[in-house]
């Protein structure tokens, strides 16, 4: 459903949540491995969130990715969506195709319509808090 990207760019910034309640930074390094994702990759998702202000960038020797704990709170899942992929996944066409609209539209098109809907109210009512917490106490994980 989300791109590779995109699903990389979840898990890194809940990760990185979960360290900022630490009151750590992480560096990339640190990030893909725990999301296991190839380092390159994932600094170029660590760009597109600091540009969208999901996560702050602190350089030098104590420097890396952190999130202010008072806005963890605020981030929502469909903030690091829009950040990644945009706002494809409420437009585009669940078989792909150029044009699907209601005019024009796909075999599967009014059946997903409800899902889109479903989907962009929940990315935008679930809260990075949320997320973040769920792995601190030990109820998700990020990797198995």
Do not use: W
């Amino acid at each position: 459903m989300f791109s590779k990207a995109c699903e990389y760019g979840i898990k890194a910034a809940i990760f990185i949540a979960t360290k900022s309640y630490e009151g750590k930074r992480v560096s990339p390094k640190e990030i893909a491995q725990e999301i296991d994702s190839p380092q390159a990759f994932t600094a170029k998702i660590l760009q597109a969130l600091v540009k969208n202000d999901v996560v702050s960038s602190v350089k030098g020797a104590y420097g890396g990715f952190e999130i202010d704990r008072n806005q963890i709170a605020s981030i929502k899942l469909s903030q690091i969506v829009n950040a990644i992929d945009g706002d494809a996944i409420y437009n585009g066409c669940s078989l792909g195709l150029h044009a699907c609209d209601e005019a024009h539209p796909c075999p599967v098109h009014d059946k997903f319509k409800a899902i889109r809907t479903n989907l962009k109210h929940m990315l935008e009512n679930t809260s990075l808090e949320e997320l973040a917490l769920k792995i601190k106490y030990g109820v998700s994980f990020l990797k198995v």
